[in-house]
């Protein structure tokens, strides 16, 4: 069964570092998505990618986040400089049309500034 | 902001009886409505949605019921299984911008063996 693959599962970085998260999305898949979820907090979206564009994205996706598809199956996410306040587990998700919701989901990339 | 609230953070039931879990939302311009399960180490899984045209969708022992006048839907599983403790997130989508989803905070439910 297909899956959304993310790397690594556990980040651990200082803060003020830069630090990528990597994402296989499932591959006829055109909608991409980062979510995150602070430890305790609801799932929170940050941003939405179609069309090697953003198509969407949140207040939290400020300018410290950056998404890429560099290679066309890769699709990450780039902090630029980590808070404390960046710790979360951060989900990536794609769909395979546009309209459809139903994102699925990778296991999570846990984020850990220190 | 909290456009998707689950007022109970915990749900307990024995085997083989109904799991209610509920959602209320704020933003009557959500469209489309959403559940996902949670296993912990694991991403969100999709479980069952609803359009706002329709009032129920069933899909085997998961029924999602929707009262738009009361800006709340609910999720029930029946009959319910071990397998099924989990933490449920309701989620929602505006119809504006399509593909952002507004998550609630999740239940977290037990099922008794």
């Known amino acids: 069964e297909p899956e959304v693959t993310q790397t690594p599962s556990h980040q651990v970085t200082q803060m003020g570092q830069e630090v990528i998260l990597r994402c296989v999305p499932i591959?006829?898949?055109?909608?991409f998505y980062w979510y995150r979820q602070i430890l305790g907090q609801k799932v929170e979206f940050l941003v939405s990618?179609?069309?090697?564009?953003?198509?969407?994205k949140s207040e939290i996706f400020d300018d410290q986040f950056s998404v890429e598809r560099p290679d066309g199956s890769n699709f990450t996410l780039k902090i630029r400089s980590t808070k404390l306040e960046d710790s979360a587990m951060y989900f990536c998700?794609?769909?395979?049309?546009?309209?459809?919701?139903?994102?699925?989901f990778g296991q999570g990339t846990r984020l850990t500034v220190v | 902001d909290q456009q998707v609230k689950q007022n109970s953070p915990s749900l307990s039931v024995q085997e083989g009886r109904i799991s209610i879990l509920n959602c209320d939302y704020t933003?009557?311009?959500?469209?489309?409505f959403l559940w996902y399960k949670k296993y912990p180490a694991e991403g969100p899984t999709f479980l069952i949605s609803?359009?706002?045209?329709?009032d129920k969708n069933e899909d085997g022992r998961f029924t999602v019921f929707l009262n738009k006048s009361a800006k709340h839907l609910s999720l029930h599983i029946v009959p319910s299984q071990p397998g099924d403790s989990a933490v449920y997130f309701c989620?929602?989508?505006?119809?504006?911008?399509?593909?952002?989803?507004?998550f609630g905070t999740g239940t977290k439910l037990q099922v008794i063996p």
């Open positions: 998700a794609s769909s395979e049309r546009v309209g459809v919701t139903e994102a699925f």
């Open positions: 591959s006829n898949h055109l909608y």
């Open positions: 990618f179609y069309n090697n564009e953003i198509s969407e």
């Open positions: 933003n009557s311009m959500f469209d489309y």
């Open positions: 609803i359009s706002s045209i329709k």
């Open positions: 989620a929602a989508r505006g119809s504006g911008g399509y593909q952002k989803v507004t």
